[in-house]
Every structure is written in structure tokens, then in C-alpha cells.
């Protein structure tokens, strides 16, 4: 189905509207469980079902939503692909954000509000195409899962995990899956505009740590405390330099950026390509290395009581290939007697870049962009493909966005004032919808 003139507005109009109405549904996860996706999946299945798209509610425990629809294809011979997205949303503080985070607010040629790109605008894409292809009648030949996960942001536990543990036939003819984060241009110093598809990312291993002492008064001497100890820990894996690990997806990236940039390949000095991506230098630099960075901190309920026990959280994130370097680093350069517990642990993922899927995602993306170059990346953190890697599903990240120049887009995710371009948001739905139209 050719995406005509009218076809186009049909889509862009739905799309706008259905990421503000996201964005207006405070699905925020708290963690530790504390997560609330009931009224947003109501939403999506209601949207859904507006076109007779039939979408059912799996409830992985109270208020904990995930939404499945099928989209059957004309070729069962053929494998089915999973198009996924998660609802819910990491929390937003009111009063550090120049509109309020949950009002989708129209400003300077953008949506603003928590959710405007992790990815409630991937979510509108999808729900936006597959309801303009229910209300003209087309059929794709390859059948889809269209899932809306749950708790992503606290590493799908009640999400895509629950979903593959306790349904893995929904999912069982599928090959390859398709989520966020990736397929967005990044403008490199020298004017050209690359955009990385996510073929791989890195694993997770969020840990609690924990250190033991002698509680006593606070104006006593004390050798024994936890504070102490876990501050020490902290310090010494917040100081430690890792050293770089060099992935077969992050050797065709910088091959690929001096081939575009003139810049010499070196693999002993990858800095110079690195400085290349602006802002996203920091998202690519993050993945040639495995990570540990310290994130919270628990000790103490008085003033004047040296506490028993102090206990400190560390998300680490490991490299394709290197995963036990990171347990094994940490208990080296921390004391014996600090206990490691793992509080989420998850695979890294690699895929190959040269295959008929991605094709499609480069043929999509030329048609709207001519001039931009498709290139493999490693993403730093994770996506639901992790847990749909587990039945053999290969995963990949493409949510296309064609963004301004300017924009810091990595520090969006997570950050203050997270917004999306409209104009990025109806060239992701425009490519996007050329992505799916070959499937």
C-alpha cells in the first residue's frame, strides 16, 4: 500500500495524536515492583480495537500491563516478526522541568513530557501504522506480534520476561524483533549524517553491594564501619578505568566513520572517530568498554548511631563477549568481606548487520533521507529483546527519527525536559511505515 499524500496526513495526524495521549498517562515505574500500566494499556488495546484489531491484556501482577495483538499475514510459510514497545516510564520531578512532565505540551516545534523518546513515540508509530493499515485493508505477508510490554525500566521482570516465561507461544513462530533505540541520525563534525541501527547491546548487571561492621555510638572510635567500608567500595569501582574491549559491531561503526570522515582507523586510539558524533560520543563511548557506575546509597536511620550495615547499589553493563570480566574486576578491587548480590541480571546481545532485515531498514530510511548513511552500533543499555532473545528471536533497534543538528538526543532519555521534534516524529512514522510496508 503506497503511502500517498493523503495516507501520509492520515498517519502523521494519528501519530501526533496518540504519543500527546501517551504522554498525558503517568505510566511511571518505580521499581522495587512499583509500577502502574493499567490505564495506559487500556489505551492501547481501546486504540487498537477502534480499527477491529483484537488486542488482549496480560496482567503479570496488579497493575502490572502488557498488551499482545496479532497481525496475521497472508504467507504462513513465512516467520513472524515481533514489533515491540514498553509503557511504562522512569519518574519525573514536577518542579526540575520547565512544563509539567505529563502534559504533552506543544513548544518550539516539539512534544514535551516524560515518555516523548523512551519511546512512547515508538509507540505511537507503531499503533499509528498498523491502524491505518486496519482502516484500508491491507495485509503484510509476514505475520507480526505487535506486544506492549510492561517494566522495562526496572529490567522487565513484570514485562517481557513474565511474558516469554509464562507465554512463549505467542512468540513462537517469530524469528527477528524489532524495539528502540536505534535508526536515529546522528550529525558527525564533518556535516554527515549517519544513523545507527542497533544490531547489539550491552548486558546488565545491576548489583547490590553490601558492607558489614560493629554498630556503636557515633562519638565512639570505631574500626569496624560499614560506612566506611561501603564508601571506600564506591570510590574505588567509581574511580576504576576500564580498559577497552572492542566488539565486531563497534570495529564496522569506526570503519565505517573514517571511511566517512577521512579520520584513520585505530584501534589503539579510537578518540579521534569517537569525537566525531557530537553528543552521542558519550552513548558509543560507554560501549567499548564494560561500565560499573555506583547510583544509590543506603546506611544509617540516626545522627548519633554507627550503623551495622551499609549497602550501596551499582549498575554495571557489560560488553558482548566480556561479561564475567565485570563480577570478576569488582570483587579484585573491592575488600573480600563486601558482600556482591546481583539485583537484575541480563545478556548482552550482537547481531549481524548484513542481513535481509536491515536492509529494509536502510532501503526506508534512504527513501526518506537520500544523503544519510546507515551504520551498525552498540547500544549502552537494554530493550525487551533481551528477554525475546532467550526463545531465539534476534533482536534489533530501529525507532527512525531524523533529528535536528543541535539536539542533544541521548541526554533526552531519562533527563529533564525530555521532548521529541514533531517533524523527527512524522519522518519516524514516514520510515517506519516503509520499514513495515516490505515486510
Not at 177 to 193: D, I, P, Y
Not at 383 to 411: H, M
Request: aromatic share 8%; glycine share 8%; hydrophobic share 40%.
Amino acid at each position: 500500500m503506497e503511502l500517498t499524500a493523503a495516507l501520509q496526513a492520515e498517519l502523521e495526524a494519528d501519530v501526533i495524536e496518540i504519543c500527546r495521549d501517551l504522554i498525558r498517562i503517568p505510566s511511571v515505574n518505580y521499581g522495587d515492583g512499583r509500577g502502574d500500566e493499567a490505564e495506559v494499556s487500556r489505551y492501547v488495546q481501546r486504540k487498537l480495537q477502534e480499527v477491529r484489531i483484537s488486542a488482549e491484556i496480560f496482567e503479570s501482577a496488579p497493575n502490572r500491563c502488557n498488551v499482545i495483538a496479532n497481525i496475521p499475514g497472508s504467507d504462513r510459510s513465512l516467520p513472524g516478526l515481533v514489533m515491540n514497545g514498553h509503557l511504562d516510564v522512569v519518574p519525573a520531578s514536577v518542579e526540575d522541568w520547565t512544563v509539567d512532565p505529563f502534559s504533552a505540551d506543544v513548544r518550539d516545534g516539539c512534544i514535551w513530557g516524560r515518555g516523548a523518546v523512551d519511546m512512547k513515540d515508538m509507540d505511537a508509530m507503531m499503533l499509528g501504522i498498523f491502524r491505518l493499515w486496519a482502516r484500508h485493508n491491507f495485509q503484510p505477508k509476514r505475520s507480526i506480534v505487535l506486544a506492549f510490554f510492561a517494566d522495562e525500566e526496572a529490567g522487565g521482570i513484570f514485562g517481557s520476561r513474565w511474558m516469554v516465561e509464562n507465554h512463549p507461544e505467542i512468540f513462537s513462530r517469530c524469528s527477528e524483533a524489532v524495539s528502540e533505540v536505534g535508526g536515529f541520525s546522528v550529525t558527525l563534525q564533518n556535516s554527515k549524517r549517519v544513523y545507527p541501527i542497533e544490531t547489539s547491546q550491552k548486558g546488565i548487571e545491576w548489583l547490590n553491594l553490601t558492607a558489614k561492621g560493629v554498630a556503636g555510638h557515633g562519638s565512639l572510635l570505631n574500626e569496624k564501619n560499614a560506612v566506611t567500608r561501603i564508601s571506600k567500595a564506591v570510590t574505588d569501582i567509581g574511580e576504576y578505568r576500564w580498559p577497552q574491549r572492542l566488539t565486531r559491531t563497534n570495529k564496522k561503526l569506526f570503519q565505517k566513520i573514517s571511511e566517512i570522515t577521512g579520520i584513520p582507523y585505530n584501534e589503539e586510539n579510537l578518540q579521534p572517530l569517537l569525537d566525531q558524533l557530537g553528543p552521542a560520543a558519550k552513548m558509543i563511548g560507554a560501549t567499548l568498554r564494560n561500565t560499573a557506575n555506583p547510583t544509590m546509597l543506603s546506611a544509617g536511620y540516626k545522627a548519633n548511631v554507627i550503623p551495622q550495615t551499609a549497602s550501596a547499589v551499582i549498575d554495571g553493563r557489560t560488553v558482548p563477549g566480556f561479561e564475567s570480566e565485570l563480577i570478576f574486576t569488582l570483587k579484585e578491587i573491592i575488600a573480600e568481606d563486601i558482600e556482591i548480590n546481583a539485583i537484575v541480571s541480563d545478556i548482552p546481545l550482537e547481531a549481524e548487520f548484513e542481513v535481509d532485515l536491515v536492509d529494509k531498514m536502510k532501503a526506508a530510511l534512504y527513501a526518506e533521507d537520500p544523503e544519510g548513511i546507515a551504520v551498525p552500533y552498540v547500544l549502552s543499555g537494554g530493550t525487551d529483546n533481551k528477554a525475546l532473545a532467550r526463545l531465539g528471536i534476534k533482536g534489533y533497534g530501529f525507532s527512525p527519527l531524523k533529528l535536528p543538528s543541535e539536539i542533544d538526543f541521548t541526554a533526552l532519555f531519562h533527563g529533564v525536559d525530555e521532548r521529541i521534534p514533531i517533524e523527527s516524529l512524522k519522518f519516524g512514522a514516514r520510515t517506519l511505515y516503509k520499514f513495515l510496508i516490505q515486510i
